[in-house]
Antibody, heavy 120, light 107 residues
Framework: EVQLLQSGGGLVQPGASRRLSCAAS????????MSWVRQTPGKGLEWVSS????????YYADSVKGRFTISRDNSNNTLYLQMNSLRADDTAEYFC?????????????WGRGSLVTVSS | DIQMTQSPSSLSASVGDRVTVTCRAS??????LNWYQRKPGTAPKLLIY???TLQNGVPSRFSGSGYGTNFALTITSLRPEDFATYYC??????????FGQGTKVEI
């Protein structure tokens, strides 16, 4: 059974940093691209960042480019999102998501979400 | 970036109804269109990928159609557990991927 266990959410001050983690199990982690998607309060889903299976290529939404860094440790089956210079509008529930095997960018499994609240 | 426009933003329906949600892309995306269902307190669930392929385990009352810029999600014979918010998402070529704004299906 595929599982994506998230950790790292919480209350952070504006300008601070936080790292989210997503521990994967139940599939061959190194074979799938992975992504982070967020949902802000009262709004819809927003793609944040993606990383290819080998970790060579990374992609970011304009809203987080230069502040967030996605990475992965294929030896420990873990995905990360390092978030720096956090702003109030980064407040959201963050999901890690596993790419399906059939269409890049279609997410067949999701973590349960990590709430990040940016506030002083 | 490719913009995705869903309609309607919300709809009222009854158990047993046929429901259709539409999604339009700002440029052609071939069949690189996915549909998700989100219920409060749970993670999104993939229903359909590649515009019309049903994800494993998804009931056959869900179907997807479309190609290019116009797409639709149809639920035949709505069940109580189908009341949720539905999102389309394009995954054409390479990121950035974009989601529609969502359609809330309520009683």
């Amino acid at each position: 059974e595929v599982q994506l266990l998230q950790s790292g959410g919480g209350l952070v001050q504006p300008g601070a940093s936080r790292r989210l983690s997503c521990a994967a199990s139940g599939f061959t982690f190194s074979r799938n691209a992975m992504s982070w998607v967020r949902q802000t309060p009262g709004k819809g889903l927003e793609w944040v960042s993606s990383i290819t299976a080998g970790g060579v290529d990374t992609y970011y939404a304009d809203s987080v480019k230069g502040r967030f860094t996605i990475s992965r440790d294929n030896s420990n089956n873990t995905l990360y999102l390092q978030m720096n210079s956090l702003r109030a509008d980064d407040t959201a529930e963050y999901f890690c998501a596993k790419d399906g095997d059939h269409l890049w960018g279609s997410y067949d499994h999701w973590g349960r979400g990590s709430l990040v609240t940016v506030s002083s | 970036d490719i913009q995705m426009t869903q309609s309607p933003s919300s709809l009222s329906a009854s158990v047993g109804d046929r429901v259709t949600v539409t999604c339009r892309a700002s440029q052609t995306i071939s069949n690189s269109l996915n549909w998700y269902q989100r219920k409060p307190g749970t993670a999104p669930k993939l229903l359909i990928y590649a515009a019309s392929t049903l994800q494993n385990g998804v009931p056959s009352r869900f179907s997807g159609s479309g190609y290019g810029t116009n797409f639709a999600l149809t639920i035949t014979s709505l069940r109580p557990e189908d009341f949720a918010t539905y999102y389309c998402q394009q995954s054409f070529s390479k990121p950035p991927w974009t989601f529609g704004q969502g359609t809330k299906v309520e009683i």
